[in-house]
């Protein structure tokens, strides 16, 4: 699902990185080099924070949820987040999995060398066909 949070920009001056960003809705700070990689890292600081709060079973805040008063300078705008294609992108953890098969074909793959995780994770992207 596809959400825009808030952010505000602040243009730092003598720093490594040249703007801090705020995002009010989740009280969450980063920063960035120059305003795009500000603006990249504030996307991918609220992706991961969502997907850290649905494997956690916390509250997701709406968009626009928090009042909040940016500082004198600041550049108050929007990034967007696809959390659904953020996950898909960032959790890519593996997961095991137990299933039966028949004793013959047991032994057939394991004489063949057959990577049973791998045969298992093509046929289930040939059957699912995920988009990417």
């Given at each position: ?126 059957k699912l066909k995920?988009?990417?």
């Amino acid at each position: 699902m596809r959400k825009a949070y808030r952010i505000s920009v602040t243009k730092e001056k003598n720093q490594k990185y040249a703007y801090n960003v705020y995002v009010p809705d989740f009280k969450i700070y980063t920063e960035g080099r120059d305003l795009a990689d500000a603006m990249y890292m504030a996307r991918d600081a609220i992706g991961m924070t969502i997907m850290v709060r649905e494997d956690e079973g916390m509250l997701i805040p709406e968009p626009d949820s928090v009042e909040f008063e940016p500082e004198s300078g600041s550049i108050v705008t929007y990034v967007d987040v696809d959390t659904e294609e953020y996950r898909k992108k960032h959790d890519n953890r593996a997961v095991k999995k137990n299933c039966t098969i028949p004793y013959y074909l047991n032994a057939e793959a394991e004489k063949a060398g057959i990577n049973f995780s791998k045969v298992l994770q093509e046929a289930l992207i040939k059957k699912l066909k995920p988009q990417k």
